[in-house]
C-alpha cells in the first residue's frame, strides 16, 4: 500500500472501531432529515406563480370560487381565496369557507378502520359478512370467488363496477336504503381481488362497518376520534350546520351562466363523500400525513400511530402506468399509480413519491396532494361540477419541488455503515498483508474466492492510479451505499451492501473503476 494511502486508511480508522474488535455496536436507525433551512423562502418566491396560475385556472375553467392553501413541514404558510362561495348574493369565497371536499373524505372512513384495526376490532382479512348481514345472501359472480373482505373494500378490488355519475347521487340515502339495495344484490365487473375499480358503494359499506362495530354513526367517530383532536372544529358532514355566510355553495357552468346544484343532506353514502371543511382545517390534516415522516424514534402522539398513516398511504393494488407522464419543465418522466387505503399513490421514474386524493361531486371538485419525503402539500377547493383541481394541483406542487429546489430529505450515514466503509478501506488496500476477512459474510468467499478477490481488487485499483482519498460515503438505506476511492488517474466506485443480522456483515462488493475525463 502506497504511504498517502496508508495515512488515509489509518485516518478512517482512528474514528472507527479496528477489524479486531470483538464486537460492532447494533445498528442505530439513522433518520433522514433536511439539509437546508431556506426551504421557505424558496416556497414564497414563487407564490406569485402560484396564484397566478390559480387565478388563470379559475377563469378558463369557469369556478366559481376556489380556496387554496400549502403546507411545508407541517405548517400551512400560504392560503387564498378567489371569486365567490355565493353568486347570488356575492359571498367572496375564503380560506374559511367549508366547501364540500366528496372523496377527499375516503381517507378518513379509512383512518377509521384502521384504528379500529389498531385496537383489535378487526383484521384487514375479514370477510365483509361478518359486520354487514345483508352481504351474507350477496350471490358473488363465479363459484370460486372469495369472500369479499374490508381490504378489498378499501383498495377498490371487491369486483364493483366504477360508479361515480350513480354514486354521486347517493350521498343522503339512508341506512335503510343502503341495506334494502344490498338485500336486493349487486352486480360485478370482476371478480373480487383481481383489479382496480373506483367504488364509492364500498366505502359506504365501509362506513355501516364502522357504525356497528364502533355502535355510533361513521359521523360521529370520525369526529370524535380524528377531527376534534386534529382542531378540525369547522369541519362538517350536513351542510345545514354551516354558518351560511361560511358555506359554499355548488354550481354547474351550463349555457354560459352558473346554475345552482342543490345540496344533498348527510347520509349513509357521507363515508364515500359527505365532509365539508376549510382550508384551514384540511392544512392540519395534511400535517398530520406528513408527520408521519419519516420514521423515527420520538413519541407517537396519535390520534393513530405514524406506522398506520404510512401503512395506508402506501399502494396495495396498481390503478395505472402513465408512460407520458411529464413534470413541471415539459420533460417526459413515466409514472405509476396505485391505490393505498382511501389514497391515491404515484411514483415516478426519479422516485419521486405523492399521495392524496380528489373530489368530485355535482357542484364541487377538490384534491389534495403530499410529498412526503420534501415535507409538502397543497390543497385546493372549487365549487363547481366536478372542478378540475387534480392536474392543477400537480403542476404546482412539481413546480415548487423542482424550481422551488425542495430536495427530499437527506438519508444520513448511520453508523455501522461508515464503520463498514473504513473496514473496507483498510481491506481493499491492504487484503495482500493483512485478513480483512471479519467484515465479510458467510456467503461472500464462497460467491468469488479470496484470492480472486484479492486479485480484482489489486488490478481495479491500480487502473486508478496512486490513490489519494476518499469519497463522502452515499447510503441508499441504512445498510447500502457507495462510495469512490479517488485516485491520480481515475477512481474506484466501491458499492457494498450489509446483511440483515444483528451484526450486518458485508455480503455483497461491486468495483468499478471510471477514468478520469480529459
Known sequence: MSYPLRLLALALLAVTPALTRAADPAPVYASPAFADADRLRRVQELLPEIDRAFAEHAAARHLPGVAYGIVLDGQLVHSRALGFANVDQKIPAAPDTRFRIASMTKSFTALAILKLRDSGRLTLSDPVDRYVPEFRTLALPTADSPPITLRHLLTMSAGFPEDNPWGDRQLAVTVEGLQNFLRAGLSFSEAPGLAYE??????????????????????????????????????????????????????????????????????????????????????????????????????????????????????????????????????????????????????????????????????????????????????????????????????????????????????????????????????????????????????????????????????????????????????????????????????????????PAAVPLVQELRLTYVADKK
Request: charged fraction near 20%.
Open 198 to 499: 373506483y367504488s364509492n358503494l364500498g366505502f359506504a359499506v365501509l362506513g355501516q362497518v364502522i357504525t356497528r362495530l364502533a355502535k355510533e354513526p361513521y359521523q360521529r367517530y370520525i369526529t370524535r376520534e380524528f377531527l376534534v383532536p386534529l382542531g378540525m372544529n369547522d369541519t362538517r358532514w350536513e351542510y345545514s350546520e354551516v354558518p351560511p355566510e361560511k358555506l359554499a355553495l355548488g354550481y354547474r357552468w351550463e349555457n354560459d351562466t352558473w346554475r345552482p346544484e342543490p345540496l344533498l343532506h348527510d347520509g349513509t353514502y357521507g363515508a364515500m363523500g359527505g365532509l365539508l371543511t376549510t382550508i384551514d382545517d384540511f392544512a392540519r390534516y395534511a400535517a398530520f400525513h406528513l408527520a408521519a415522516w419519516p420514521p423515527r424514534d420520538d413519541t407517537d402522539r396519535g390520534p393513530v400511530r405514524r406506522a398506520t398513516l404510512r401503512e395506508m398511504q402506501q399502494p396495495s393494488v396498481v390503478s395505472s402506468v402513465v408512460a407520458d407522464a411529464k413534470n413541471s419543465a415539459g420533460e417526459i418522466v413515466p409514472a405509476v399509480s396505485g391505490y393505498g387505503f382511501g389514497l391515491r399513490w404515484t411514483m415516478d421514474a426519479r422516485s419521486t413519491v405523492r399521495f392524496g386524493h380528489s373530489g368530485g361531486l355535482p357542484g364541487f371538485g377538490s384534491n389534495w396532494l403530499c410529498y412526503p419525503a420534501h415535507g409538502l402539500a397543497i390543497i385546493s377547493f372549487a365549487n363547481v361540477t366536478y372542478a378540475p383541481m387534480s392536474s392543477l394541483n400537480a403542476r404546482l406542487a412539481a413546480l415548487l419541488v423542482e424550481k422551488g429546489a425542495l430536495p427530499p430529505r437527506t438519508r444520513p450515514v448511520s453508523a455501522i455503515l461508515a464503520q463498514r466503509q473504513s473496514q473496507l478501506v483498510e481491506t481493499l488496500t491492504a487484503w495482500d498483508t493483512k485478513p480483512g476477512d471479519a467484515i465479510f459474510a458467510e456467503n461472500f468467499f464462497l460467491d468469488r474466492s479470496r484470492e480472486a478477490w484479492i486479485k480484482l481488487a489489486h488490478d481495479t485499483l491500480a487502473r486508478a492510479g496512486r490513490i489519494t482519498g476518499t469519497s463522502p460515503l452515499v447510503p441508499e438505506n441504512q445498510l447500502r451505499g457507495t462510495f469512490s476511492l479517488l485516485g491520480e488517474t481515475g477512481r474506484v466506485e466501491v458499492f457494498f451492501t450489509l446483511t
